[in-house]
């Protein structure tokens, strides 16, 4: 696995620094108070930059760090030091590019907190473990999509808990006719 690109985190912090949905692959960071002091001094570093338009490079504690900002949104990707920067930052474009796609180009706190499930899912498709799965905005918004389908999917297509929320349904349904 040391030819295969990877990435030790994905952070998606507030205009403050704060945490709206964070993602770690690697063990620098062992606790969580480690990971949040880490958070805070990437922040710091980066919030007096303008990276709206097209994202910026850091070199932050031997760490390549690529940034973009929307909104009160801050984007950030850290690979290793060894890592190449242009396929951190097409997971960062691929991450960016897909949370605009789901939020329906509303991003902002708000809607990112309101739909955070979607946003975990999509943190899910582009990386596990570390390594890079996907990076194409519309097929990691598309697998996410499927993900939160309704319940008038077929069964085999929805998770267990949309399965019970559907059997659910109908059982009720039965019971009032």
Excluded at 121 to 136: P, Q, W
Aim: proline share 2%; net charge negative.
């Amino acid at each position: 696995m040391e030819f295969c690109p990877s990435v030790k985190n994905i952070l998606l912090l507030d205009s403050e620094g704060n945490r709206v949905a964070v993602k770690y692959y690697s063990d620098d960071w062992p606790t969580n108070s480690s990971k949040e002091a880490f958070e805070k001094a990437v922040f710091t570093k980066t919030q007096k930059t303008n990276a709206r338009a097209e994202a910026e490079i850091t070199m932050f504690d031997n760490n390549i760090v690529i940034y973009k900002f929307a909104q009160d949104l801050h984007f950030f990707v850290t690979g290793g030091d060894d890592e190449n920067e242009l396929i951190i930052s097409t997971v960062l474009q691929g991450f960016f590019d897909a949370v605009g796609l789901l939020l329906r180009d509303n991003v902002d706190k708000k809607e990112a907190l309101e739909n955070l499930d979607l946003i975990l899912l999509c943190l899910d498709e582009i990386v596990d473990g570390g390594i890079i799965l996907e990076t194409d905005a519309n097929v990691i918004a598309g697998k996410v999509a499927t993900h939160s389908m309704d319940s008038g999917a077929p069964l085999s297509e929805q998770t267990i808990s949309q399965a019970l929320a559907t059997a659910r349904e109908h059982l009720t349904r039965s019971l009032l006719r």
